[in-house]
Nanobody, 128 residues
Framework: QVQLVESGGGLVQAGGSLRLSCAAS????????MAWFRQAPGKEREFVAA????????YYSDSVKGRFTISRDNAKNTVYLQMNSLKPEDTAIYYCAADLTFYRGTYTSTAAHEYDYWGQGTQVTVYS
């Protein structure tokens, strides 16, 4: 069964850092765009960052630009989200997602509904 498994979440003080990982169960994910989304209590799921299959293109929401970095290691079927200078408003469940629409395509979506596979999420809590 195709799976995406996130890890690396936790409790961190404001200003601190965390690195999230998303491990894919199948090598096929290395050929597709991947992304991170997050959902805070009482709020809708929102886009955080996305990366093309090759890693050559990355996209960020304005709220995390300059603080978060998305990357991938296709040899390990893993996508990462390095989060620095964390703020209490970054507190949310973070989800990894895969868009299997375009094989090795250049288009990288920032829309949740265009992503086909989702992980179970990992909790990030930032306290002040």
């Amino acid at each position: 069964q195709v799976q995406l498994v996130e890890s690396g979440g936790g409790l961190v003080q404001a200003g601190g850092s965390l690195r999230l990982s998303c491990a894919a169960s199948e090598r096929t994910f290395s050929n597709y765009a991947m992304a991170w989304f997050r959902q805070a209590p009482g709020k809708e799921r929102e886009f955080v960052a996305a990366i093309s299959w090759s890693g050559s293109r990355t996209y960020y929401s304005d709220s995390v630009k300059g603080r978060f970095t998305i990357s991938r290691d296709n040899a390990k079927n893993t996508v990462y989200l390095q989060m620095n200078s964390l703020k209490p408003e970054d507190t949310a469940i973070y989800y990894c997602a895969a868009d299997l629409t375009f094989y090795r395509g250049t288009y990288t979506s920032t829309a949740a509904h265009e992503y086909d596979y989702w992980g179970q999420g990992t909790q990030v809590t930032v306290y002040s």
